[in-house]
């Protein structure tokens, strides 16, 4: 039982994580953020914000069904 609470618990802060990261890259007033003006970080920090999002909503499902 506990262990249902641990994996829905990181679950929840991965996916809180991924929303963050999602909401903070975004542009303002048609500008990137400052820490994604480089070619490289537009491409890895997509990725990274999918696997949180992909990685938490596996844990909750993984411990909501059994």
Request: aromatic share 10%; net charge neutral; proline share 5%.
């Given at each position: 039982?506990?262990?249902?609470?641990?994996?829905?618990?990181?679950?929840?802060?991965?996916?809180?994580?991924?929303l963050?990261?999602?909401?903070?890259?975004?542009?303002?007033?048609?500008?990137?953020?400052?820490?994604?003006?480089?070619?490289?970080?537009?491409?890895?920090?997509p990725?990274?914000?999918?696997?949180?999002?992909?990685?938490?909503?596996?844990?909750?499902?993984?411990?909501?069904?059994?």
């Amino acid at each position: 039982m506990l262990e249902m609470f641990g994996e829905a618990a990181l679950g929840l802060v991965a996916v809180a994580a991924g929303l963050l990261l999602f909401f903070i890259g975004m542009p303002r007033h048609g500008e990137h953020p400052r820490f994604l003006r480089f070619e490289a970080s537009l491409v890895l920090y997509p990725a990274v914000i999918m696997t949180l999002l992909v990685m938490g909503s596996g844990l909750m499902l993984r411990a909501y069904t059994g």
